[in-house]
């Protein structure tokens, strides 16, 4: 276990959380350590193993500490990426809620706060919402709390996940 010391982010609270690279072809894998170290201020070096589910791409998970945010920041940095399918976690803190991001090229970024447990918590303006559309008859409840829980996403990336049992996690600390 390595660690790592960043000055820049110490007037931000600590947390922690997870990285999954789920799929990526092995010319985007360098890009994707310089994105996520420039994020989270540390040299990442990655332990790519291939990915069963999609031929030619590869995998890796990294165990992150830092600021905040820091899962935002990661998201935002690699979206977009054509190839690429990520979910990044971040765990809450005293003072903040916790946080998932999905990301797959079709679909683009889900974003959805989490709770203590990792339960998705969402939040009573967006359920009225989804109950008055439903009740004008646009749409069913149940396609609307599907939408709210990401479920297109997880659809689409459960393979990703089942083919990465096991894999190696890599910790990765950052003193803030």
Same mark, same amino acid.
């Given at each position: @276990? +390595?660690?790592?010391?960043?000055? /820049?982010?110490?007037?931000?609270? *600590?947390?922690?959380?997870? =990285?999954? &690279?789920?799929?990526?072809? /092995?010319?985007?894998?360098?890009? !994707?350590?310089?994105? !996520?170290?420039?994020?989270?201020?540390?040299? !990442? /070096? =990655?332990?790519?193993?291939?990915?069963?589910?999609?031929?030619? #791409?590869?995998?890796?998970? =990294?165990?992150?500490? %830092?600021?905040?945010?820091? *899962? *935002?920041?990661v998201a935002s940095a690699l979206k977009g990426w054509k190839h690429l399918r990520f979910?990044?976690?971040?765990?809450? #803190?005293?003072?903040?809620?916790?946080?998932?991001? /999905?990301? #797959?090229?079709?679909?683009?970024?889900?974003?959805?706060?989490?709770g203590l447990h990792g339960d998705i918590m969402i939040p009573e303006d967006r359920l009225k919402a989804a109950v008055v559309k439903a009740a004008l008859g646009d +749409? +069913? @409840?149940?396609?609307?709390?599907?939408?709210?829980?990401?479920?297109?996403?997880?659809?689409?990336?459960? #393979?990703?996940?089942?083919? %990465?049992? %096991? *894999?190696? !996690?890599?910790?990765?600390?950052?003193? &803030?």
């Open positions: @276990m +390595t660690a790592y010391t960043n000055t /820049s982010s110490a007037s931000r609270p *600590a947390t922690r959380g997870v =990285l999954y &690279v789920h799929s990526a072809p /092995s010319a985007l894998t360098p890009h !994707v350590e310089w994105a !996520v170290g420039g994020v989270l201020g540390v040299s !990442v /070096s =990655l332990d790519w193993t291939p990915q069963p589910a999609q031929v030619g #791409t590869y995998r890796a998970e =990294l165990s992150w500490t %830092g600021g905040v945010g820091s *899962a *935002a920041a979910e990044i976690t971040e765990e809450p #803190t005293s003072g903040s809620e916790g946080a998932r991001y /999905s990301y #797959t090229p079709e679909l683009g970024v889900f974003h959805a706060v989490t +749409t +069913t @409840m149940l396609v609307e709390i599907d939408k709210l829980l990401g479920k297109q996403w997880d659809d689409e990336l459960e #393979t990703f996940r089942h083919a %990465g049992d %096991g *894999a190696p !996690v890599r910790w990765l600390h950052q003193v &803030v």
